[in-house]
Every structure is written in C-alpha cells, then in structure tokens.
C-alpha cells in the first residue's frame, strides 16, 4: 500500500538521527519539567496533544508570539503539511493541507479545508484571515474530518482557539513597526463585571505600503491596510453553566495583490506593440509593475456567536449559535499593464447562519461518548463583470492583425450594416454576471470511544449529512461580437456569391453549407477572438439550478498505549464536501442536456458545452501513528494514504474558471515533527511531511488526460526547522528564536509548463526578544530574512495571447516590536 516513491525511510530516519541523540524511550523520564502539556479539542472534547489519536499540529500562543506569526498565512511557516497561497485579492487564500485543498476564486466552491474560530465555521477565504489579538492556540488536523467537522473538512481543519476571559484583570498593548512603514497596533483589555460576568475587548489595526511600485499611477501595491473589533462575555450564572458570547468586525480596504509578468509570448510582445502597453517582461520577482488600474480590496466581515454549556450529572449540553456576513468588493486591472484594456470589478455578499447542538459524556467508566446535530444555512449574491476600456477594441484589432485579418471588425460591422468602430467592444461594454447560491444542510453525529482496558481504546465515529443548493445565473450584459455564429455568417455570405454567379439556389446551398465550415469560409478565423460567448441563464426549463447531496461518513481507529510516554494508533476513515456550483462566466450546460435545451429552443449562438457543477468529493484514509515522549522531547509519525474521488478541481482558463471533477486524487505520505532540549534553555524541533501525490485518473482535464501525473502546486518535500534559546539579562528573561521552511521545486498550475511557473520555498524567520520584570517586552524580528521569493499560482492571459503572470510572495519583512502588559 505505502509504496512511496521519490522518498524513502532511510531519508527519514537519517533527518531524524542527525537531530536525535541517541537516548531510550522511558517510562520514567523528567519530560514533564520540560514539556508543556499541551490540551487540544480535536475530538471536541479535551486530550493532550500526546494522547489524542488524529494527525494533529498545535501553535501555541508563545510560538505564535515567537515566530511573528500575523495571521494564518504565517502558519505554513512551522506547520509544514500546511499551505496557503495568497492570490489576486485580499480575500482569496487557498488552503490546502497534504496537498489537497481548493475553494478560492469561486464563491460556489467550498473550501475542502475546513476553518473554524472558537468552534464556529467560516465558510469562505474572506471570513477567515482576521488579524485575531489573544490567540491561545492553533489546531492543524491533517486528513478527512468529516465525522465530526461536517461536510467541508474532506482535506482537514484549521481550528483557531482564543483566550477566554476568567475574570482576572489586565490590560496588554504592542506596537509593531517595520519596513514598509508597517505599523501594527494591537490592544486587549478584561476584567470581570461581576461575581458571574467576565469580559474581554481587544482591537488591532495593521498598516503596511506595498511591496511593488506601480509606475504608471505612482502608487504602490500589495499593501496591508485592516483594522478589527472583538469583544466577548463569559457568564457563569452558577457553577453548571457557562455562556461565552462573541461579536467581531473587522474591515479591509488594501491595494493588493501584485502580479509579474512570468513569459512574454511573442503574440504578446506584438499586440502590447500595436497598443502601446507597457510591461515588465519576463521578470518573476519585479519590484514594478505598469497598471492602469490599481487593484481594488474591500471587505467587511461581522458576526457573533453565542456557546452555552451546561453540565448535567452524566453529560454536558453544548449549544453553538453563530450569525456571519462577509461583504466583499474587488477591483483589478485584468490585463496587468499599462494599457486601458478591461478590468474586472467583483462583489460578493454571502450570509451565514450556523447552529450546533452536541450531548457528551462527563462521567466515569470505560465508555465516553458524544452525539450531535449541526445546521448551516448561507446565502450567496455574487456580481463579476469584465469592462472594456479605450484601448480594448485597438487590442482586438491588433488580434486579428496578427492572424492576417486587418481591420476584420469593421468589415463585420459593414456587412451586418453596424455603425463602424463602435458596435464591437465599446468602451462603455463589456459583460456582467450575476448569481446566487442558497445552500442549507444538516447533519447528525456521534462517537464513542470504548476503552477496552487501560491501554487499549477503540473510537467509532459516524455522520449523515445532507446539503442542498439551489443556484441561479444570468448575463445582464454580454459581449455582442461573441454572440455572431460565424459560420452561419459565412454560408448567408458565400451563398449569395455563388447565386450571383448564377448557380441555382438548391446547389448554392449545398455548396454553401460545405464551404462555410472550411477555409472558404473568411470569417472563420474571428472565432479564436471570441471569448466571451454569451451566457445560458439557469434555471430554466431544461436545468434547474438544484443539487440535494447525502452521505453517510465515519472514522474507526484503535489507539494503543504502549506505556506512560509510547501511544500507536491506526485507523481509517471517510470524508465528503458535498456539491460546488461554478459561479463563473464558464458555467456551461453538461453535454447531456445540450439535445433537450435545443428542443426547448433555449440554446445560444456558440453555446459550449460543459459543467454547472462538480459532483461531490469523497475522501478516503488510512492512517498508522505513532506519539511519544521521551526523556527530554517528543516525537510523532504518522504514515498515510489518502484519496480523494472526485476532486473538484478549479482552473483558471483566462475569462472564467473551469470546475471539473478529477475522477481520483491520492496521495501517500510519512510526517513526523521531533522536539528536543538538548539543555533546560535550548529547545529544537524539526518537522517535515513527505508526499507522493498523483492523479490516478483525470481524463476531462482542461489540457486532456493528465491521468498518472502529479498534480502540480503539490510539494512532494516540506521541512520545518526551529530553534528556540531561552535566557536571563540581568533577572530579566530573553529568547531567540528561529525557523526555516523548505518546500522542494514543483510546477504551480497544470496547465503551463514547469520552466515558467515553478517554486520552491526556502524562508528564514528570526526574533529575539525580551520581558523586563515591569511587564514591558522589546523584540526584534524579520520574515524572509534571506529575500527568497516564489511564485505562489500562474496563470495564462486575458484574451489568449499566450502570455504567463503570476503571484509572487512578499519580500524580506522586519521590524521591532514592543508591548506592555499591565
């Protein structure tokens, strides 16, 4: 089954040798004088890390301080079978974990990773990267988590835990600055109302100038410009029940992201000449760009949430009510140049209202067991549009300049009798999408872990969920030059040529049909500029824009203790993301129903074919695991095959996305991370996830049968090293800390090739630190300290001219900090 290639356990044990001295397992070791018991909600209810049997990394609030972690994009940075990639807004960040992960760019997709904060889910990329100012910690749960997480956990979960107020009173306020002229402010305040209500209220704001100075409009771009409010109450009207009550907003109006020029094809080259276009070609990592436009972000995210727990004599009653908006606005200059040619303005309003109700065991005795019910209902309004600006319609006419078609608009134009110059791509056009998604679902679960003895523990888990959707789609404005049918364009035109030569009218038609189709035909080429065809509305007579999903998920694993220090399990287990819609111009009518939609008379001129939706993914894993302390750290492996059937796969095809179902996505893996204090002071960890990822058969992809490749974006390598030397200066305690993140050179979009739009990741981040015995604390630090820059995604062009751009990564970042608790 493990048959891993590309990667071998000699690799791994030799990693794992160099950082570990050569020292026994022991029942009776002082590894609770070092190691800090670490309490995770994994299973939601609390274990220890060391204890609990799931594939799961803990980001501790002191880590998190230490490493210069902002915001969960950091997080890659030490949990390495994590990865975020940041794309062309501020509200687009992908999340994938062991590779696999997708949702970003398309609101009718959600994400296979599921995020959580404080137990509540953020379905969407734009809800879930608030600046959060007292986190305690960062659960990672690696493979499907579906049983107990639901329908959007097939790839995993990111679970966010911050502090809860007790009562005790205190205040904490830092400053954070660095280059860029980053300014980073954050402040949190508690204290108890009464005997029974404690507080909490924290607030941040965080600036920071872009990165890539955009030439054309003086103006720079990839900044950072957000600011958040948080407040909570915890009352405890007795000593049964506990009521924790959360509100938030957090705003984001920030120029971002930038895009470089990766490959100038000659197409390109020829056209931006004809245009006037400026670019910076070919450069991966340009500190300039030329954009006409500056990429608009704005995004408002509220919401609150209301737990209840109250503990009867053998279980607790836990109630989780959440309400959340996200309003999202964005703007960028779709061609990335210098040149006016079309920009793409997109908002989003999605609401969400989310209610869990779970019963779990408190009581004594061999069996511990939890039951729930969970009910999500969102609603989605969405509006893309592509305006055309001055020099689009000169852009087109440089298209078919290069084709050998000069001035092939206005002939169209004249010969359809269309006021010349100004029917086909007007400044004032272009197309306009609007759709929206209502989606509700309920699920029910329960787990019952039965402790066969001390030692031995088996865990059975299972979930039903049913999901519906009901979507809708319509071009309020579309492009009219790809709405003419060429071809029939070229038989009226051929035909009327040949009845003027005298041929009878029942063999010019004949002839006609023939030659429309072929080369005679001159219109022919104008097809390959025609890519915005218009758009069939839905639902409609035919398609009726619904999907009503079930499926019955579940976990089984064993977990042996071996000893105090020693936990093996294994097991397996099943995930499932239900329907995704696409909300892009691409949505196009599967090839099935195309025979009923034209008896319906319902189909458009050059209407493709294609898929409104993507069926639903199920996730498949079997997992070994190994957990252990020893004498002065830890130590856990986990060995791993993980498929995924029907892997919704997203691409960006220069207009639209394609959502195309991969018939199977897999991937087997070994992951370990390894902590040791050499001394009391010095604490080392090293930690790495090594994959074997293929499409074992994908047979529609957009470039065809890619089926027994990798997949790109997939690192098959990934290494976290830190350290961390703790210290006294004069009664006053210190640190350094440092961590690097290695990420081995893959290709970053299936459909280009790996010498444009490959990456490897090398990054080192450093901070020293100090706390005076006062309360006030000074830290320097720096991200990327070595400037290594990657290319997250690549893309192709807007209007097919063969051209590559891509993401990059953010340089070199430091600062100094200072804060103050009092």
């Known amino acids: 089954m493990f048959n891993i290639q590309k990667m071998t356990i000699k690799r791994i044990i030799a990693t794992l040798a160099v950082t570990l001295p050569a020292t026994s397992i022991s029942s009776h070791s002082n590894a609770e004088q070092l190691i800090e018991e670490i309490i995770v909600t994994a299973s939601k209810r609390e274990n220890t890390l060391q204890e609990s049997s799931v594939a799961v990394s803990v980001v501790t609030s002191d880590a998190i301080e230490k490493a210069q972690i902002l915001d969960l994009r950091d997080l890659q940075s030490i949990v390495p079978s994590l990865r975020v990639n940041q794309l062309q807004n501020s509200s687009n960040t992908n999340f994938n974990i062991r590779g696999f992960g997708n949702g970003a760019n398309n609101p009718g997709i959600e994400p296979s990773v599921g995020v959580f904060i404080d137990g509540v889910y953020r379905s969407r990329s734009a809800a879930q990267i608030s600046d959060l100012p007292n986190l305690e910690r960062v659960e990672v749960l690696r493979g499907p988590q579906s049983t107990l997480f639901g329908k959007n956990a097939s790839a995993g979960v990111v679970s966010v835990v911050t502090a809860v107020p007790d009562g005790e ?8 600055a660095g280059n860029y002229n980053q300014l980073l ?5 508690a204290g108890a109302l009464s005997d029974s209500v404690a507080f909490e209220l924290s607030a941040t704001k965080n600036t920071r100038d872009g990165y890539v100075d955009n030439v054309t409009l003086g103006s720079e771009v990839g900044e950072r410009n957000r600011k958040s409010v948080r407040g909570q109450l915890m009352i405890t009207p007795n000593d049964k029940t506990r009521i924790r009550i959360i509100a938030d907003i957090d705003k984001i109006d920030e120029i971002c992201c930038p895009v470089n020029n990766l490959f100038e094809s000659p197409l390109e080259t020829f056209v931006n000449a004809q245009t006037g276009a400026v670019i910076v070609p070919n450069t991966r990592f340009s500190s300039r760009a030329h954009y006409n436009q500056n990429p608009a972000n704005k995004i408002d995210n509220s919401g609150f949430s209301v737990q209840v727990d109250h503990d009867f004599e ?15 606005f964005s703007n960028i200059d779709a061609d990335f140049t210098s040149a006016n040619y079309i920009t793409n303005p997109i908002d989003t309003d999605i609401d969400t209202f989310t209610q869990e ?7 004594s005795g061999n069996l511990d067991w939890m039951v729930g019910a969970y009910y999500f209902d969102e609603s989605i309004d969405h509006s893309d549009r592509l305006d055309y600006g001055p020099s689009f319609r ?11 078609s000069p001035n092939a608009l206005a002939g169209v134009e004249t010969i359809l009798g269309l006021p010349v110059g100004q029917a086909f791509f007007p400044a004032s056009g272009g197309v306009h999408e609007v759709s929206t998604l209502d989606n509700e679902a309920l699920s029910f679960f329960g787990q019952l872990d039965w402790h066969i003895n001390d030692r031995l523990t088996a865990t059975l888990g299972l979930n039903y969920t049913e999901d519906e959707k ?17 071809v029939q364009l070229g038989f009226g035109a051929i035909f009327q040529q040949l009845v003027g030569m005298g041929l009878d009218p029942a063999l010019a038609t004949a002839q006609a049909t023939a030659l429309s189709t072929t080369e005679a035909n001159p219109f022919l080429p104008l097809q390959a500029v025609q890519f915005l065809p218009p758009v069939l509305a839905y639902p409609n007579s035919v398609e009726d824009g619904k999907t009503d999903d079930d499926e019955i998920t579940y976990t089984f694993r064993l977990s042996y203790q071996l000893n105090d220090n ?7 287990g099943t995930g499932f993301k239900a329907s995704s819609i696409n909300m892009s111009r691409d949505s196009l009518p599967f090839a099935a129903n195309m025979a009923a939609l034209q008896a319906a008379g319902l189909t458009l001129p050059n209407l493709g074919t294609g898929t409104r939706n993507a069926d639903p993914e199920e996730a498949t894993l079997i997992e070994l695991g190994l957990k252990a302390k020893f004498e002065r750290g830890t130590l856990n492996i986990a060995i791993f095959d993980q498929e995924i059937d029907n892997f919704q796969s997203n691409i960006f095809e220069g207009t639209g996305f394609k959502l195309i179902n991969a018939e199977k996505q897999s991937t087997e893996g070994i992951e370990f991370d390894l902590t040791y204090w050499p001394t009391d002071a010095l604490r080392l960890s090293i930690a790495g996830t090594f994959l074997d990822p293929v ?12 089926s027994g490749k990798t997949p790109a974006g997939i690192h098959e390598t990934s290494l976290s090293l830190a350290a961390s030397y703790n210290f006294t200066i004069g009664g006053n305690e210190a640190y350094i800390n440092g961590d690097y993140q290695y990420e081995d050179d893959v290709p970053t979009n299936d459909n280009i090739p790996a010498s444009i739009s490959s990456e490897e990741i090398k990054s080192l981040n450093l901070r020293a630190g100090l706390t005076i015995q006062n309360g006030l604390s000074l830290s320097i630090w720096a991200r990327n300290l070595t400037n290594h820059r990657s290319i997250s995604t690549a893309f192709r062009t807007v209007g097919g001219t063969g051209g590559v751009f891509g993401y990059p990564t953010q340089p070199r970042t430091y600062g100094m900090s200072i804060g103050m608790e009092f």
């Open 169 to 176: 009173q205190y205040s904490k306020i830092s400053l954070t």
């Open 185 to 189: 402010l954050k402040a949190v305040t």
């Open 314 to 328: 053998h279980f607790t009653l836990t109630s989780i009510t959440a309400d959340r908006r996200v309003e999202s």
């Open 357 to 363: 109700l779970r019963l779990t065991s408190n009581g």
């Open 394 to 404: 000169p852009f087109i006419d440089a298209l078919t300049l290069a084709q050998g």
């Open 470 to 486: 009901d979507a809708t789609l319509e071009q309020i404005e579309q492009d009219s030059f790809s709405s003419i049918d060429f």
């Open 566 to 572: 020693i936990n093996i399990y294994g097991g397996v």
């Open 695 to 706: 499409f074992d058969s994908f047979t529609q992809s957009t470039v065809g049968d890619i």
